[in-house]
């Protein structure tokens, strides 16, 4: 191993839009959607037969916790792919010997022969993300309880 001072920096955006993990997140987020979207008809059907005001509100409750569920699951996939990157950025860093990667969007300038991203991108060629399993939706009959 390498020992050095030496600060560089890569594109993370990049790095993760270039890599299999992009594909990855997209494909994840669409199944979570996909969960959400059915649980979302399965509660439309507990609305009939209620009170038009009683439907609004369980309507509204259940728009805004299916909404919420959506944006956690978002940011959720979006802390895995990051986990990936950094372990990719720390066996580029121990291998070359850096003393340090930054992200290039907080590079206010430097020397292009600095710029590792493409090494990054080798490094994450065969990175799998485990986002683990998808959420259930299971809608509670408001009528019921």
Do not use: C
């Amino acid at each position: 191993m390498k020992e050095s001072q030496t600060v560089v920096y890569a594109s993370f955006s990049e790095a993760v839009a270039a890599s299999p993990l992009a594909h990855q997140e997209a494909e994840r987020l669409g199944a979570v959607k996909k969960v959400l979207d059915e649980g979302a008809q399965k509660a439309q059907s507990l609305y009939a037969g209620m009170p038009e005001e009683k439907a609004q509100r369980a309507r509204q409750a259940d728009a805004q916790l299916l909404n919420s569920q959506w944006v956690a699951e978002q940011q959720g996939a979006r802390a895995v792919v990051l986990t990936e990157v950094r372990k990719a950025a720390a066996e580029l860093l121990k291998k070359e010997g850096y003393a340090m990667i930054v992200d290039r969007d907080a590079v206010m300038a430097g020397q292009p022969e600095k710029d590792v991203t493409g090494a990054l991108v080798a490094g994450l060629k065969d990175a799998k993300a485990d986002f683990g399993t998808l959420p259930a939706v299971t809608p509670v009959n408001p009528e019921k309880g």
